[in-house]
């Protein structure tokens, strides 16, 4: 992995910025990780989702009624890593470790690896977020182009019609191959991955045949070949699209920022850290309740990537701190009123994306 550094010496806004968010939680004697709230959402989406699971194996249910389950256990699914596995896997669902790993583990049983969530998610892509190179969440090309120093492909000139049959297969795509990807190359994108530990390897195929028992076989035995088939692809064009819109949409919009690395060189970023944050990641529908509750308050992008040992629940609070930081230290603070809104913002950028650049455009004259 190429070496990137940032420029804290001037970290003043954080600085500051932290010390207002603690004066908050100790002057309110409130604890930074989840509570009640985080607990009956829990109990309520794993509930649902093991009661339609259920309904679906074991209730003589219509087949209508079966494809109904199957897209809602889809969304069920993508809420359930919003709202649980990702505040588990950040340390913030628990003050007990333990119990962090426990529900963490929430990304496996719904057949992803929180092993290689952990590193992916939490330490490169919360490290060098919109750093093309080293981030793995924006390394989808060539199948997508996502910032303007990736290279790019006649194919781009569509991207924006094609985004969202990839969204919806981005579930199943990471499941089956993502995984084993870095299982094997032992490495998450130009990153070297962590090495494993005997128990790391058991659960990691440990979750793999239990993906395959309860989420194929199974199916496979009660419902066929055929129905389970269109069943399983339609819980995963719900989940796949879920997923990958509400992550889209909290950095490859219009008002952020992307950062570029030779993969051969050091490379310094002019900024702090922080700031480097808040110029690459944006909010939408900070006001609406239930999209809040559903995304497990990924709509506060910003917030979590400040501050992502502090559980969602209290993002709509210390939101409030951020703007007037960013207000008081002149940096922007980017977000969108509505979901559609950002949603519009985020395939208005993929289409200018796949305008061909005047670099292609002047080698293929010089060519020609």
């Given amino acids: 992995m190429a070496k990137v550094t940032f420029d804290n010496r001037n970290n003043q806004f954080y600085q500051s910025l932290k010390l207002s968010v603690d004066e908050y939680f100790d002057t309110n004697g409130i604890k930074r990780t989840g509570d009640w709230r985080l607990y009956i959402k829990t109990i309520t989406l794993v509930g649902a989702a093991l009661a339609m699971y259920g309904s679906l194996i074991f209730l003589p249910i219509t087949p209508l009624l079966a494809l109904v389950f199957c897209a809602l256990l889809g969304f069920t699914f993508a809420s359930i890593g919003f709202s649980v596995m990702h505040d588990a896997n950040h340390g913030s669902y628990s003050t007990k470790s333990w119990l962090n790993d426990l529900i963490g583990l929430s990304a496996n049983a719904l057949g992803a690896s929180s092993f290689f969530w952990k590193q ?26 996502q910032c303007e120093t990736q290279k790019w492909v006649p194919a781009h000139k569509v991207q924006h019609l094609y985004l969202l049959p990839v969204y919806a297969l981005s579930s199943i795509f990471w499941l089956f191959f993502m995984d084993f990807a ?187």
């Fill in 182 to 368: 870095k299982y094997f190359s032992r490495k998450i994108y130009t990153t070297e991955a962590w090495k494993m530990s005997v128990k790391n390897h058991i659960i990691f195929w440990a979750t793999k045949v239990g993906y395959l028992i309860f989420y194929i076989v199974v199916p496979i035995i009660v419902w066929g070949l055929g129905p389970w088939l269109i069943g399983f692809f339609l819980l995963h064009i719900v989940m796949g699209l879920t997923l990958s819109l509400v992550f889209q949409l909290a950095h490859v919009v219009e008002n952020t920022e992307f950062e570029n690395v030779a993969l051969d060189e050091t490379k310094h970023i002019e900024t702090a850290w922080a700031e480097h944050q808040i110029k690459t990641s944006s909010n939408f529908s900070m006001s609406n309740r239930v999209i809040s509750w559903f995304v497990g308050g990924l709509n506060f992008q910003i917030e979590h990537h400040l501050f992502p040992k502090v559980s969602h629940i209290h993002y709509p609070a210390i939101s409030k701190i951020v703007i007037e930081k960013c207000a008081e230290f002149h940096l922007p603070y980017n977000q969108y009123p509505t979901i559609t809104g950002a949603i519009a913002s985020h395939f208005r950028v993929m289409k200018m994306l796949g305008n061909e650049p005047l670099v292609v455009e002047n080698q293929q004259a010089q060519a020609a």
């Fill in 120 to 145: 992916k998610h939490n330490i490169i892509h919360h490290t060098y977020t919109n750093v093309d190179g080293i981030d793995d969440d924006i390394a989808k090309s060539p199948i997508i182009r």
